[in-house]
């Protein structure tokens, strides 16, 4: 159902994966926690599809977060370390694209950044 709400005509889902996006606007999720802090950690759904990258969210059953990334504007991939808390950093992944930066990772969890690192890979094979 989720995925169908989503997808555009002729477009179909070739890869997904749960991950973490870097959530740049503090104004409508910290808010809803009641906490002002830095970028928040989102957890959700990665979609890459033959036209873009979609990244889905529900947080507190109200509030969903879409956010996409069509091919043609992505200019690379790059893995970078993502500070948590004060001293602790973490791999991610960079998709720098034509309007700035989205940071995803898994939190630290190794094994699940090795299947987030194919997950872009294969959109670097299919796209690249």
């Not at 477009?11 to 926690?33: C, D, F, H, P």
Request: some cysteine.
């Amino acid at each position: 159902m989720l995925k169908q709400i989503l997808l555009e005509e002729n477009e179909k889902v070739r890869n997904q994966i749960k991950a973490y996006y870097k959530y740049s606007n503090l104004t409508s999720l910290s808010m809803l926690s009641g906490i002002i802090s830095n970028s928040p950690d989102v957890f959700g759904l990665l979609l890459s599809t033959n036209k873009r990258i979609i990244f889905y969210t529900e947080t507190m059953k109200t509030n969903k977060i879409l956010f996409e990334i069509k091919h043609e504007e992505i200019i690379e991939f790059k893995e970078q370390k993502q500070t948590v808390g004060l001293f602790k950093k973490i791999p991610s992944i960079v998709i720098c694209h034509e309007k700035g930066e989205e940071v995803f990772s898994t939190m630290g969890d190794l094994e699940k950044f090795s299947e987030l690192k194919c997950f872009f890979d294969e959109i670097t094979t299919n796209h690249g």
